[in-house]
């Protein structure tokens, strides 16, 4: 399995920025997806969740403002962000959960590389 996440770069705070993932080597459609990221210094943490039956969940810090979408035929997830803060700054990561459900996400080892998301004040 591949996840090649781009998307990323340098927006002033109140922006926004589309994040996509692009999956490879796996049937995409029957599996959880998520976005994680991680500040400097800061543990990974969770952002945003797709399961494969299109249920989406947020973290508290980012409801409202992040959205999250999945589009099987590109095999690609999606994290619209918006009302972007500094404390968004990141290096925002996607991961393919082990089933379809949300409650797998994290857990499976199938990371992206990771795309830097850097918000300016």
């Known amino acids: 399995v591949q996840l090649q996440a781009s998307g990323g770069g340098l927006v002033q705070a109140g922006g926004s920025l589309r994040l996509s993932c692009e999956a490879s080597?796996?049937?995409?459609?029957?599996?959880?997806m998520g976005w994680y990221r991680q500040a400097p210094g800061k543990q990974r943490e969770y952002v945003a969740g797709?399961?494969?039956?299109?249920?989406?969940t947020l973290a508290d810090s980012v409801e409202g403002r992040f959205t999250i979408s999945r589009d099987n035929a590109k095999k690609t997830v999606y994290l619209q962000m918006n009302s972007l803060k500094p404390e968004d700054t990141a290096v925002y990561y996607c991961?393919?959960?082990?089933?379809?459900?949300?409650?797998?996400?994290?857990?499976?080892?199938?990371w992206g590389q990771g795309t830097l998301v850097t918000v300016s004040s």
């Open positions: 991961n393919r959960g082990g089933r379809p459900s949300l409650a797998s996400l994290g857990t499976s080892g199938q």
């Open positions: 080597g796996t049937t995409f459609r029957d599996y959880a």
């Open positions: 797709i399961s494969s039956g299109r249920t989406t």
